[in-house]
């Protein structure tokens, strides 16, 4: 049987989010049950309808480029943007009067709240990343978003010291799919 070891690349560049962190694949579970919790507030429409709603808004801003690099750097601002508007939208659609913007803050903050208590590591990534290591492959983690709630999920999972490099778009001012990004990346794992 041959060692598989020397086809391993060099280097290899991890995405943090939905790559060694099980983050937005549960979604829309957590905004059905934040949803249920203030649903008294948002009748005549179903938990079900609302939700669509929020998810249908989400996609439409995070689908183009230029709207998802502002908002990735605001995301308690962006999720507060995208209940908002989807509310209003629901509520035209029917002809019924939008709620408060506070509902809808508050919505937000408290997906927020649900969401970050939730992240999860996948299964079996620490143990990937470190024999990986072990192996000499040089790891790089490349990130977009703000920089103190990348780095505070970095630091919370214990990821800081299993990669030889860590870019976090907000902190270097340059992220995904920028070429930029990339190329330094492996500069600096050289």
Not at 10 to 29: H, K, V
Not at 35 to 62: C, G, K, N, T
Request: proline share 6%; aromatic share 8%.
């Amino acid at each position: 049987m041959s060692d598989c070891t020397d086809q391993l690349p060099a280097a290899i560049l991890f995405d943090l989010d939905d790559t060694i962190l099980l983050a937005f694949g549960q979604a829309e579970g957590q905004w059905q049950r934040v949803v249920a919790e203030f649903i008294e507030h948002l009748a005549p429409h179903p938990r079900d309808d609302v939700v669509a709603a929020i998810q249908a808004y989400s996609r439409y801003l995070w689908a183009d480029q230029t709207r998802h690099k502002h908002w990735r750097h605001r995301i308690g601002e962006a999720r507060r943007h995208i209940v908002q508007n989807a509310v209003a939208e629901l509520c035209a659609t029917a002809g019924h009067p939008k709620p408060p913007p506070e509902l809808c803050h508050a919505i937000a903050d408290r997906y927020n709240a649900v969401h970050e208590a939730e992240l999860r590591m996948f299964p079996g990534a620490h143990e990937t990343l470190d024999r990986l290591k072990e192996l000499g492959v040089k790891l790089a983690l490349v990130t977009n978003g703000a920089g103190p709630p990348q780095r505070k999920k970095v630091v919370r999972f214990a990821l800081d010291h299993r990669f030889d490099h860590i870019q976090i778009e907000g902190e270097h001012g340059f992220g995904k799919p920028e070429e930029q990004a990339y190329r330094h990346a492996m500069q600096a794992l050289g």
